[in-house]
């Protein structure tokens, strides 16, 4: 019989029946450490009363309205979001494929506008992931997530992650722009390096290129700075934002340089939802919260406890894990073995991790955790490996 969900995703047989703060409770009151977040979403863990709050007032005030009105709350979180980065502009939507979809018309629209609607090619990385709409998929290229949903739209080359040779001679004179992840999450937490970033920018400044920083995943203090191209000291023209930016509430914004922004005008583009009174309450509340003293500082040093633990974790766990990588609170382990066994081994401990590409188990906790959650991660995946061998 068909399922009356249709079946896009494989699902753990867990349902939860509320959280609180770092921990999931499921609905046959088993309780969880949970290192996933929603696939980094709930950045802030799970009933904040602060958020709790933000809704509640917001609830009681106005949901929604349509951007055929001024939206007072968007342009506080717009003002905040571009003096805390490289941007001078912000355009709000509901999911990180639909921010990465308004980056990818920015950059045509731009070269078009200034007479050169032939560059409108974007070039992409491999492992890359960008979402699931046609063309976030055609820009990623995973096989797994083209086949079948052909013909892809056009204007989407690849070249290697890292590698500036084969992405030199990708470009041409229909190029446009650059979309890459700071540091790839779906493809398993595969971080640039410096010298890869700033290399990037030379190129898009020497053609006039584009360049787009996908901080899905990456932004809003996930790495440990607000943003993790601060991390590289390079700054993108175009970014976007979804996952964390309502630690929890489906919101996304993609933001721009004004030159990189030129070509949007009313009526070239638009979003019913975004930027709904609703969830722009709760996404200011966030970005306050993470402004406020020690925030970040929090996440860098509890970033470096948990990954030194893991380094040691892995030394003495070495038939189980390769390698460590990653910055701030998104953490790589490199499995050897298949990543999925090792997931649900830590899961029957009562920890929650994420799988990703490249064999690779993603550690993404709430950004509020303290060394005590640190401890009780690592001796649950010591339980979790003792587990395995043994079995
Ligand atoms: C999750 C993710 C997306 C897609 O976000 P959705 O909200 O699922 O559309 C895009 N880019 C990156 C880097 C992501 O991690």
Known sequence: MTPVVMPSYGRTDIAFEYGEGVYLFSTNGDRYLDFASGIAVNALGHKHPR????????????????????????????????????????????????????????????????????????ISFDGSFHGRTLSTIAAAKNRAHVSGFGPMPDGFDQASFGNIQTLRDKITDQTAGIIVEP???????????????????????????????????????????????????????????????????????????EKAAVGITPGTHGSTFGGNPLSMAVANEVIDIMAEDGFLDNIRNCGKLLFDHLVKFSKTNSGIIETVRGCGLMI????????????????????????????????????????????????????ACERILSE
């Open 183 to 257: 540091i790839q999450g779906e493809g398993g937490v595969r971080p640039s390096t410096q010298e890869f970033l700033e290399s990037l920018r030379k190129l898009c400044d020497e053609y006039d290129l584009l360049l787009f920083f996908d901080e899905v995943q990456t932004g809003v203090g996930r790495t440990g700075k607000l943003f993790a191209y601060e991390n590289f000291g390079v700054k993108p023209d175009v970014m976007s934002l979804a996952k964390g930016l309502g630690g929890g509430i489906p919101v996304a914004a993609c933001l721009a340089t």
């Open 51 to 122: 958020l709790v709050k933000a809704l509640a007032d917001q609830s009681k005030k106005l949901w929604h309205v349509s951007n055929l009105y001024k939206i007072p709350e968007q342009e506080e979180l717009a003002r905040k979001l571009v003096s805390a980065s490289f941007a001078d502009t912000v355009f709000f939507c509901n999911s990180g494929a639909e921010s990465v979809e308004a980056g990818i018309k920015l950059i045509r629209k731009y070269h078009s506008d200034i007479g050169h609607s032939e560059r409108y090619r974007i």
């Open 332 to 383: 790589g382990l490199k499995c050897i073995m298949p990543v999925a066994d090792f997931v649900e081994a830590c899961r029957k401990e009562g920890l929650l991790t994420v799988p990703a590409g490249d064999n690779v188990m993603r550690l993404l906790p709430p950004l509020i955790i303290n060394e005590n959650h640190i401890d009780e991660c690592i001796k649950m995946m010591t339980r």
